[in-house]
């Protein structure tokens, strides 16, 4: 495994200092390794540091205890290697759909003309096609979120790393989101990290689901959940619900725990 | 409960038969948000009409209102007014363009942080206009030491609502800004400056008739004609239509000003959330 290896996170641990109060510590001990083109989700109860895994492997936070290493490389700093989607669409709201897509390709070597073909493409491929000059502010979530992905993609990066991507949308447009993002996922095959806390999406998108512990985060084991992604009745199979059922059962007792430390 | 009824209808009746025409209903909101205005205006007639003042103490709006007509044909309301716009808004300008490059310094260096932040919380609340006298040593009587009054006035809230913008930017959109590839510069420029920008106009908007009122203040207090300079001389020469007439000029200037700059925020801030609100002001 370690020869096709993408991502190696090793021995890592992160604590949180928040500006007052004590020091927490988020992730503890924390070791995975990610195959290229796989899609890997991250999941746990809220609190358990999966979104800190995702943006220390974004290099937007500094790595303190362990290595982190993407294509052989030491992690140091953010790079269009890695392409993120927040939660919260992260969108720049002065610029319009278009500008905002274009915004990862201004600072690529292709000209003006080519940037402009392949903004449009991706503004296409989410479904957003006549939306350019829109404003994010005159968008519905699903349509920021649209953009946001084709924003990432456009950019090319060899890994995307999703933070609750959906979280934020409502069931339908959340559902029409899940497909498409497993078909954009098959058409490009990038590697995917998808940090969720809802375990039928996780088992419905990822080939591999790694189930974290409560707080300080741990990957407590990871459970092969590769389903046929092109049947649109694998809510309904046996095989399918028993996975559901055995990853929400782990899921479960750490939530149960993270709501005891709270308590405490 | 029937009567309850009754007032309903009427009301629903009432408004049905509204204006239909936007134009028209535009015009009536108008007259109706600044029916007070209108109100205190006709008061000021009819008290200095009623001889309960003398002519002296309050002259009537009418008699203002033409000695603005005659300083207007004359040329003595244009000469007054550009040379007291002259002074804020060079002012303005310079605090500015000194607010937003101190307040984005500010945010970048520790150092720069370090100096200047009790600078600017001992200064904010200070009224600086008791550094007059030192201002009129150091730089005379003329339009620099004026100038210079308004900027150093000015400049405080425009640095304020900088670093508070700069400040509040999301971090996930820096993030993403990064993620894309750009350069602490690019960061800068391309991206805190314009997430802050409905921040930083706000201080703008503050920090503009704040210009306006040490411009005429300063014009008061050294001479050197302008609106205020205008006043004195009036008041000194017992000349009260004047005096009023200038009261009336300087209203009018502060709110063409405060409402072209609430346009321009309008325009500029077309992206924002706010663009497809009702604007109060």
Redesign the interface.
């Given at each position: 495994m370690s020869a096709s290896a993408q991502i190696v996170v090793k021995d890592v641990s992160h604590d949180y200092r928040p500006p007052v109060g004590r020091v927490v510590r988020a992730l503890e001990d924390v070791s995975l390794s990610i195959r290229e083109r796989e899609f890997i989700a991250l999941l746990g109860p809220s609190g358990c540091g999966k979104s800190t895994l995702l943006?220390l492997i974004?290099g937007?936070l500094r790595i303190e205890n362990g290595r982190i290493c993407v294509d052989g490389r030491a992690v140091t700093?953010?790079?269009?290697d890695?392409?993120?989607v927040?939660?919260?669409?992260?969108?720049?709201?002065?610029?319009?759909v278009k500008g905002n897509v274009l915004?990862?390709l201004e600072?690529g070597k292709l000209p003006r003309a080519e940037r402009e073909t392949r903004a449009q493409a991706f503004i296409d491929l989410v479904g957003l096609t006549g939306f350019e000059d829109s404003?994010?502010?005159?968008l519905s979530g699903g349509m920021k979120q649209r953009t946001a992905i084709a924003?990432?993609l456009a950019?090319d990066p060899q890994i995307l790393l999703m933070d609750e991507p959906f979280g934020a949308l409502d069931a339908q447009t959340r559902s029409l989101m899940q497909t498409e993002l497993l078909d954009i996922w098959q058409k490009t095959r990038k590697t995917v990290i998808f940090v969720t806390h809802d375990v039928q999406e996780a088992v419905y998108l990822a080939e591999r689901v790694a189930v974290m512990t409560a707080r300080p985060g741990r990957i407590k084991t990871i459970v092969d959940t590769a389903f046929d992604k092109n049947d649109p009745q694998i809510y309904r199979a046996r095989t399918f619900v028993d996975k559901v059922d055995e990853i929400w059962g782990l899921v479960r007792e750490e939530a149960i725990k993270a709501q005891g430390t709270h308590a405490r | 409960m029937a009567h309850v009824t009754g007032v309903r209808d009427r009301t629903s009746r009432g408004w049905r038969n509204a204006p239909a025409s936007p134009f028209v209903a535009r015009i009536g909101w108008g007259l109706a948000r600044s029916a007070s205005i209108v109100l205190l205006l006709a008061g000021w007639e009819i008290l200095a009409r009623s001889g309960t003042f003398t002519p002296f103490v309050l002259p009537a709006l009418t008699s203002v209102l033409e000695r603005i007509l005659a300083d207007a044909m004359s040329g003595d309301l244009f000469l007054g007014a550009s040379a007291t716009l002259y002074r804020a808004l060079t002012g303005f300008l310079i605090a500015a363009v000194g607010g937003i490059s101190l307040g984005m310094a500010m945010t970048r260096s520790i150092g720069i942080r370090w100096f200047f932040d009790p600078i600017i919380s001992v200064g904010f609340p200070m009224p600086k206009i008791a550094f007059l006298p030192v201002v009129i040593l150091w730089l005379g009587l003329y339009d620099v030491s004026k100038i210079s009054m308004v900027a150093f006035e000015a400049i405080f809230p425009v640095v304020t609502a900088t670093i508070v913008g700069i400040k509040g930017v999301?971090r996930?959109?820096i993030?993403?800004?990064?993620?894309?590839?750009?350069s602490n510069r690019e960061l800068l420029c391309q991206?805190m400056l314009?997430?802050a920008?409905p921040q930083i106009m706000t201080g703008l908007q503050v920090a503009l008739p704040i210009s306006l009122i040490v411009a005429i203040v300063t014009e008061m207090l050294m001479g050197g004609n302008g609106l205020g300079g205008g006043m004195m001389s009036a008041s000194r020469f017992a000349d009260s239509p004047g005096v009023f007439a200038g009261i009336v000029e300087i209203a009018a200037i502060g709110y063409c000003l405060i409402k072209g700059m609430s346009m321009l925020r309008r325009r500029m801030l077309?992206?924002?959330?706010e663009?497809?609100e009702p604007s109060t002001v």
């Amino acid at each position: 495994m370690s020869a096709s290896a993408q991502i190696v996170v090793k021995d890592v641990s992160h604590d949180y200092r928040p500006p007052v109060g004590r020091v927490v510590r988020a992730l503890e001990d924390v070791s995975l390794s990610i195959r290229e083109r796989e899609f890997i989700a991250l999941l746990g109860p809220s609190g358990c540091g999966k979104s800190t895994l995702l943006y220390l492997i974004g290099g937007f936070l500094r790595i303190e205890n362990g290595r982190i290493c993407v294509d052989g490389r030491a992690v140091t700093a953010p790079g269009p290697d890695r392409g993120v989607v927040f939660q919260h669409f992260a969108l720049f709201p002065w610029k319009t759909v278009k500008g905002n897509v274009l915004y990862g390709l201004e600072r690529g070597k292709l000209p003006r003309a080519e940037r402009e073909t392949r903004a449009q493409a991706f503004i296409d491929l989410v479904g957003l096609t006549g939306f350019e000059d829109s404003y994010p502010s005159q968008l519905s979530g699903g349509m920021k979120q649209r953009t946001a992905i084709a924003r990432t993609l456009a950019f090319d990066p060899q890994i995307l790393l999703m933070d609750e991507p959906f979280g934020a949308l409502d069931a339908q447009t959340r559902s029409l989101m899940q497909t498409e993002l497993l078909d954009i996922w098959q058409k490009t095959r990038k590697t995917v990290i998808f940090v969720t806390h809802d375990v039928q999406e996780a088992v419905y998108l990822a080939e591999r689901v790694a189930v974290m512990t409560a707080r300080p985060g741990r990957i407590k084991t990871i459970v092969d959940t590769a389903f046929d992604k092109n049947d649109p009745q694998i809510y309904r199979a046996r095989t399918f619900v028993d996975k559901v059922d055995e990853i929400w059962g782990l899921v479960r007792e750490e939530a149960i725990k993270a709501q005891g430390t709270h308590a405490r | 409960m029937a009567h309850v009824t009754g007032v309903r209808d009427r009301t629903s009746r009432g408004w049905r038969n509204a204006p239909a025409s936007p134009f028209v209903a535009r015009i009536g909101w108008g007259l109706a948000r600044s029916a007070s205005i209108v109100l205190l205006l006709a008061g000021w007639e009819i008290l200095a009409r009623s001889g309960t003042f003398t002519p002296f103490v309050l002259p009537a709006l009418t008699s203002v209102l033409e000695r603005i007509l005659a300083d207007a044909m004359s040329g003595d309301l244009f000469l007054g007014a550009s040379a007291t716009l002259y002074r804020a808004l060079t002012g303005f300008l310079i605090a500015a363009v000194g607010g937003i490059s101190l307040g984005m310094a500010m945010t970048r260096s520790i150092g720069i942080r370090w100096f200047f932040d009790p600078i600017i919380s001992v200064g904010f609340p200070m009224p600086k206009i008791a550094f007059l006298p030192v201002v009129i040593l150091w730089l005379g009587l003329y339009d620099v030491s004026k100038i210079s009054m308004v900027a150093f006035e000015a400049i405080f809230p425009v640095v304020t609502a900088t670093i508070v913008g700069i400040k509040g930017v999301d971090r996930e959109i820096i993030w993403s800004a990064r993620n894309m590839g750009a350069s602490n510069r690019e960061l800068l420029c391309q991206i805190m400056l314009p997430a802050a920008f409905p921040q930083i106009m706000t201080g703008l908007q503050v920090a503009l008739p704040i210009s306006l009122i040490v411009a005429i203040v300063t014009e008061m207090l050294m001479g050197g004609n302008g609106l205020g300079g205008g006043m004195m001389s009036a008041s000194r020469f017992a000349d009260s239509p004047g005096v009023f007439a200038g009261i009336v000029e300087i209203a009018a200037i502060g709110y063409c000003l405060i409402k072209g700059m609430s346009m321009l925020r309008r325009r500029m801030l077309l992206w924002h959330q706010e663009a497809l609100e009702p604007s109060t002001v």
